[in-house]
T-cell receptor, first 115, second 114 residues
């Protein structure tokens, strides 16, 4: 069965510092992994995804994520945080082996970037 | 503008009063889905649809109904709402070409059932 874990409810970081939001997953086949961001009173917006190939994936707004197959992780990173990055971040996974669209979301991690 | 729209955005109702939340997308996407978002639980899938007249249950379908009579619309129906259905609801759509396409989300509907 598919599952996603975001071990931190909240991450606090100072503006200008690097940030990491953690995600681990479990699927029986090859994973398709996604990060979405939710700003207050808005729907989720797609940030980036991993399908195959290079383990470092670059996405919108300067975010990137590193896929680690041995650790079954897909951590979201940004070299220099902005106050405007403060939002709720969701990791999600699909099982690529099934070819289906069922997506499992993590519980979300709230990022606070302090000026 | 490519988008997913939901109406209403906010709704306060009483137990047992039937309601419908509409969802419409203008991107000609085949796959549509409804989620509910609850604190600490993330998004949980309620129902999904692979195409017109093709729907199936997600992880938490109890108390909900859906229909897909047109490709662009995917309404969520609560026949007899209960307080445990108080939540934030999101509709999403995806082009069906490959299973690694990302989802496009609507702005959300905040429902309170008294």
């Amino acid at each position: 069965a598919q599952s996603v874990a975001q071990p931190e409810d909240q991450v606090n970081v100072a503006e200008g510092n690097p940030l990491t939001v953690k995600c681990t997953y479990s699927v029986s086949g090859n994973p398709y992994l996604f990060w979405y961001v939710q700003y207050p009173n808005r729907g989720l917006q797609f940030l980036l995804k991993y399908i195959t190939g290079d383990n470092l994936v670059k996405g919108s707004y300067g975010f990137e994520a590193e896929f680690n197959k041995s650790q079954t992780s897909f951590h979201l990173k940004k070299p220099s945080a902005l106050v405007s990055d403060s939002a709720l971040y969701f990791c999600a996974v699909r099982d690529g082996a099934t070819g289906g669209f069922k997506t499992i979301f993590g519980a979300g991690t709230r990022l606070f970037v302090k000026a | 503008e490519a988008q997913v729209t939901q109406n209403p955005r906010y709704l306060i109702t009483v137990t047992g009063k039937k309601l419908t939340v509409t969802c419409s997308q203008n991107m000609n996407h085949e796959y549509m889905s409804w989620y509910r978002q609850d604190p600490g639980l993330g998004l949980r899938q309620i129902y999904y649809s692979m195409n017109v007249e093709v729907t199936d249950k997600g992880d938490v379908p109890e108390g909900y109904k859906v229909s897909r009579k047109e490709k662009r619309n995917f309404p969520l129906i609560l026949e007899s709402p209960s307080p445990n259905q108080t939540s934030l609801y999101f509709c999403a759509s995806t082009p069906a070409g490959t299973s690694y396409n990302e989802q496009f989300f609507g702005p959300g509907t905040r429902l309170t059932v008294l």
